[in-house]
Each structure stands twice: as structure tokens, then as C-alpha cells.
């Protein structure tokens, strides 16, 4: 049963959500898909023509207060959005995923996305190299190759035709559920699941 994650590292409710899939108990013994997107191409793929996030004060800062209350009920803190670098680290889950440490670089950005330690001029992607041993300037190098954007491009086409339409997004045997919000619902259908292929398996002995 493999969960399917469309999230972006621009959003601040992806990082809480990444972060609760990489740590809550519920989801430990599950296999997660993880599936990197611009959300504000998801968006513009749905029919969703407004402003990003920042152009809309009023909602911007409901969304600082709002991620803080959800940081402080999971025990964690304040994560801020890497914007500036966001396509390079979404791309860089792909280089993960080829090395086999996709877990380990998610958990590494999101160390970084501490309260005022993202500088938008700073070196914030080989500060993800470095905890991960990899060479300065391996995100931004595989973040511009012709792979790199074909794998983005694939996560995007695959989102669209998933019915996703902004981030996070977690698709189960193809049902949505949008939110961080949601996750506990997630985690409810997975328990339901789990408990009913085991009695059909008790059944079937």
C-alpha cells in the first residue's frame, strides 16, 4: 500500500506534512511516493488563475500564524518555506531517489528550514550538500540538467492526471485528500486497510 505525496517545497503546509510522514507512527511502516510539483503550475493546471501566496498579504500572514500553531501541536519548529530555492530542491529529490537516500534528503532540507536560517543570497542548497556528504554545488548543477526538468515535468503530468490541484496532496488507490489537515484522515483509511487485508488473510488460512 504506497502512498502518493504531490508537495512542494515552496508550500509551508508540505514541509509540515513531509515532516509528519517522515516521523508519525502511523505512516513509519508505509511506503511513501513522493512526487515534487511547482504548486503554482498544479494550480494554473486547475483552472486556478490567482496570485501566489505572496501577493496576498492578508493571506499570507494568516498562513505564518496558522503553520506556527500546527509546528507548535506537532512538537516542532517553525518551518519556513525555502522559497527562493524551491525548483532546485524539488529536483533534488530525483537525485535522491537515484541514490537511494530520499528519506535522508528530505529530513536534511527540512533541518534547514529553521526560523531565519533561510538568507535568500546565502548558500542554502550546499548547506543541504554538506549534511548529505555530496559535493558543493551537486543541487544546482543536477537542478538545470535536461533530466532534472523531464522528472519535474513527469511529477507535474502525473499530479494533473491525479485530478491534484494545489499542495500537499495525498492519493490513495487513487482517492485525494488536500492538506495537511488531512493526514489523520490518511492515516484512518491506511489503519482500515491494514485491518481488513488481515482478516482476509486469517480467512483465507
Avoid at 550546499?126 to 543541487?139: K, T, Y
Avoid at 519535474?152 to 496532496?169: E, I, M, S
Wanted: with cysteine; net charge neutral; proline share 6%.
Amino acid at each position: 500500500m504506497t502512498l502518493d505525496c504531490f508537495f512542494d517545497f515552496a508550500c509551508p503546509y508540505s514541509l509540515l506534512s513531509v515532516h509528519r510522514l517522515l516521523t508519525h507512527p502511523g505512516f513509519a511502516s508505509h511506503p511513501v511516493a513522493w512526487h515534487p510539483v511547482d504548486v503554482e503550475a498544479v494550480k494554473r493546471g486547475a483552472g486556478n488563475d490567482g496570485p501566489p501566496l505572496g501577493d496576498l498579504p492578508q493571506k499570507a500572514r494568516y498562513v505564518r500564524e496558522d503553520v506556527a500553531r500546527w509546528a507548535r501541536r506537532d512538537g516542532i519548529s517553525d518551518l519556513q518555506p525555502p522559497v527562493a530555492f524551491a525548483r532546485a530542491l524539488n529536483a533534488g529529490v530525483f537525485l535522491a531517489r537515484q541514490r537511494g537516500i530520499e528519506r535522508d534528503y528530505l529530513r536534511a532540507v527540512l533541518r534547514n528550514c529553521a526560523p531565519g536560517s533561510i538568507d535568500p543570497n546565502g548558500d542554502f542548497l550546499n548547506l543541504v550538500c554538506s549534511r548529505l556528504s555530496w559535493p558543493a554545488g551537486s543541487l544546482i548543477d543536477y537542478s538545470r540538467s535536461a533530466e532534472a526538468e523531464c522528472q519535474l515535468h513527469d511529477c507535474l503530468a502525473r499530479a494533473r492526471a491525479a485530478g491534484v490541484f494545489g499542495t500537499p496532496t495525498f492519493v490513495l488507490h487513487g482517492e485525494l485528500w488536500w492538506g495537511n489537515d488531512r493526514l489523520d484522515q490518511v492515516a484512518e483509511r491506511m489503519r482500515i486497510e491494514e485491518s481488513a487485508t488481515a482478516i482476509s488473510a486469517l480467512s483465507s488460512n
